[in-house]
C-alpha cells in the first residue's frame, strides 16, 4: 500500500515536471509526510471546457465517490488495488473517466521484520527524481447540506497499487503504480481513453520502477513530525 509520501517540490518543478497548462488553487507548503485525508496535489488531463489539458489541482488524499452519504469514506480509499479497480463500485467510474498523476519525491513503507518490528523506509528514485503515482479523483456534494445552501464539490483522490517489484517485496508486498515520464503518462491522463480492455491493458503495460530503499528513522510515523530530516537515513 502507500500510506504516507513526500511531496517538497515546489510548484515551478511540479508544473516543469509534467508539462502543467494551468495551476488550480493556492500553493501547497512542502510535505516530507503527506498522510491521508491531507491535502494533496494531482494532475488531471481534463480542461474546464471538457478538452485535453494538463491541470494542477489541490485534492483531499481519500476517494470519496459521488454515491457517498459522508466524506469519511475516503479514509478507507487512500489506495485502489489496480487488479480490481475496473470493477469496484468505489472506484470504476473514476478509472474510466477521471485518472490522475499524483507526484511525489518518495513514499515510505514499513518493513516487518521477523521479530515483529517494523523498519521504517523511505523508498525514491535512483536520480531524485519525481515520480507519478497512477492515481484517480471524484468530485463529492455534501448530500447533509440542503439544497440552495453554500455548498462546494469537494475533490478526492486515490492512489493506486499493484503487487511490490520483486526487488522491493521484503519492504511491503504492495506499492504504487509508478507510471514513467512520457507517452505513458500521456495515455493515462487521456481522457479519450475509456475502453475498459484498453486502460487495462495500459495498466499492464507499467513497468516495475527502479527505486532505492533507505532505512530512516521512526521520527516518520508521527504525522506531527514534518521536515526534510525525516528521509535522512539512519
Known amino acids: 500500500m502507500c500510506g504516507r509520501f513526500v511531496v517538497a517540490r515546489a510548484t515551478a518543478d511540479l508544473v516543469s515536471a509534467f508539462d502543467i497548462d494551468e495551476v488550480i488553487g493556492d500553493d501547497l507548503r512542502p510535505s516530507w509526510n503527506v498522510a491521508p485525508t491531507q491535502a494533496v496535489r494531482i494532475v488531471t488531463g481534463r480542461g474546464a471546457d471538457g478538452e485535453p489539458s494538463r491541470r494542477l489541482e489541490t485534492a483531499r488524499w481519500g476517494l470519496v465517490p459521488v454515491w457517498a452519504k459522508s466524506r469519511s469514506v475516503g479514509s478507507r480509499a487512500i489506495n485502489a488495488r489496480s487488479e480490481t479497480v475496473l470493477e469496484k463500485p468505489t472506484f470504476r467510474s473514476a478509472a474510466v473517466k477521471r485518472r490522475a498523476l499524483v507526484p511525489a519525491d518518495g513514499y515510505y513503507e514499513w518493513e516487518v521484520t521477523a521479530g515483529g518490528g517494523k523498519i521504517p523506509t523511505y523508498l525514491h528514485p535512483e536520480d531524485d527524481g519525481l515520480l507519478g503515482f497512477a492515481g484517480l479523483y471524484e468530485f463529492w456534494l455534501d448530500p447533509e447540506v440542503p439544497e440552495g445552501e453554500d455548498n462546494e464539490w469537494l475533490l478526492t483522490t486515490t492512489i493506486l497499487t499493484r503487487p511490490a517489484a520483486d526487488a522491493l517485496g521484503h519492504i511491503h508486498d504492495r ?14 491522463l487521456d481522457p479519450a481513453l ?8 495500459l495498466l499492464d503495460a507499467i513497468p516495475d520502477p527502479v527505486l532505492v530503499p533507505r532505512e530512516v528513522g521512526k521520527a516518520v510515523g508521527n504525522v506531527r513530525n514534518n521536515g526534510p530530516e525525516l528521509i535522512v537515513g539512519v
Open 175 to 188: 506499492m504504487p503504480v509508478i507510471v514513467p515520464a512520457g507517452d505513458l503518462q500521456s495515455d493515462w
Open 194 to 201: 475509456t475502453d475498459k480492455s484498453e486502460i487495462r491493458s
